[in-house]
């Protein structure tokens, strides 16, 4: 509990003078930078194999890198189009809008979403025909 | 898609300098779309004909039935039974001129008639057998459509093939002509000699057609009708073309089927997105 006050109190800190994301980072301890590289591995090896093919195994990837760190946008962003690649369109939209949450002003993530957003109203409309 | 694929694939590497030192992969995917319909319990499909109408440059009835069956050979797993075309308008033409039995109260008799055969008001009767079946609009069309509530026409038809999913309805295959501004491009070379492309509104006269196909999907094993829909396309093309209905049909048709197969299986869409690290 007193870390966590303390973890907050330095995160304040940092931003009331103007820090950056990663000085933001440096704020929240070594535990949360730890997390980070953690999930920044699975990113990258889910990155791997997707070129590969293997969305599953991409999917499983960023699943864990979001439990390791569910304030990384890119983590939440790979993990929607592996969903949407599978045609799990309701988890795939939640992914998206997460991903666009964390990082509202990435225009990647939004180019994504758009994307995906443009199949499935698409999709919807036909069904509804 | 493809004009905004390229758009999208323009912009991210523009934002790739905005972007600083952020590493990002665009990767090709497939989203597969779910089918309307579950056709799970059917392994075989009857694509039975159609009643047609517009114009008689080409037989809509027959172009169809080939073509949906082809499309269906190699992109379902259901296996397309090879059957004559049904002249569907000449056998509710027949069915019309022999005697309707009385109808039972309360509509189903047996209890698997879903929906009763409706009686057409007088003025919508078929024309009598002395003369040709001309079908011109939908007005015209539905003086027949009476047959698609047949269920013991359509069980019977299910029967001789042992129940498959049963595919029929009606094609409306029109010329259609209009007049109007049009968005055109024009060519020309400012003073340096660079070539430069104006847009301008132009006073067109365009003919065409439009297709109409409504599609109707029967359970062969009971008659009725499990899902039907309606899809409409158009062309248009500057009135001194002279473009061959049977293309034009071809033509509207292929922006059509994706819908179709869509009802009976999975698609693919292919499209690209941004994997970020």
């Known amino acids: 509990m007193k870390l966590r006050a303390l973890f907050v109190a330095s995160a304040l800190l940092a931003i009331a003078s103007g820090a950056s994301t990663a000085e933001l980072r440096a704020a929240a301890g070594p535990a949360r930078e730890d997390s ?69 002003k990435n225009l990647l993530f939004r180019q994504n979403y758009d994307l995906f957003k443009e199949i499935n109203d698409r999709a919807k409309r036909r069904r509804d025909r | 898609m493809t004009a905004r694929n390229a758009a999208a694939i323009a912009s991210a590497l523009v934002l790739s300098g905005t972007l600083g030192c952020t590493s990002f992969y665009e990767i090709p995917i497939e989203t597969p779309i779910q089918p309307k319909m579950d056709v799970s319990m059917f392994q075989r499909v009857l694509i039975a004909g159609f009643i047609s109408g517009g114009t008689e440059d080409v037989d809509a009835n027959l172009e169809t039935v080939r073509l949906l069956r082809s499309q269906l050979r190699s992109r379902s797993s259901l296996r397309v039974i090879e059957a004559e075309a049904l002249r569907l308008a000449e056998l509710a033409r027949e069915a019309r001129t022999e005697p309707a039995p009385p109808p039972s109260p309360g509509g189903a008799a047996d209890g698997q008639q879903i929906a009763p055969v409706p009686q057409l008001p007088q003025q919508a009767q078929p024309p009598s057998d002395q003369d040709p079946i001309k079908i011109r609009n939908e007005k015209d069309l539905e003086r027949y459509s009476s047959i698609f509530a047949d ?87 500057p009135a001194q073309t002279n473009t061959p209905a049977l293309s034009s049909y071809f033509e509207l048709m292929d922006k059509l089927i994706p819908s179709f197969l869509n009802t009976l299986s999975m698609q693919k869409i292919r499209g690209t997105r941004v994997l970020v690290k």
Do not use: C, H
Request: aromatic content about 14%; charged content about 30%.
């Open chain 2, 151 to 237: 269920v013991a026409f359509w069980k019977k038809i299910g029967e001789e093939y042992q129940g498959p999913l049963i595919i029929t309805g009606t094609v409306l295959f029109s010329p259609l002509a209009t007049a109007g501004y049009v968005p055109v491009e024009r060519e020309y070379f400012d003073p340096l000699g660079r070539r430069r492309v104006m847009q301008q509104r132009q006073y067109q006269e365009r003919k065409g057609f439009t297709l109409q196909p409504k599609l109707i999907y029967i359970d062969g094993r009971t008659g009725a009708t499990l899902y039907s829909e309606t899809l409409r396309e158009e062309v248009l093309y």
């Open chain 1, 36 to 104: 980070r590289s953690e999930a920044k591995e699975q990113v990258e090896f889910g990155i791997k194999v997707a070129q590969s093919g293997l969305w599953k195994e991409a999917a499983y990837r960023w699943e864990k890198a979001v439990k390791l760190d569910p304030t990384y946008g890119a983590a939440w962003n790979n993990l929607a189009i592996a969903y949407e690649q599978q045609g799990n369109f309701d988890k795939a939209r939640e992914a998206y809008e997460k991903a666009v949450e964390l990082e509202p």
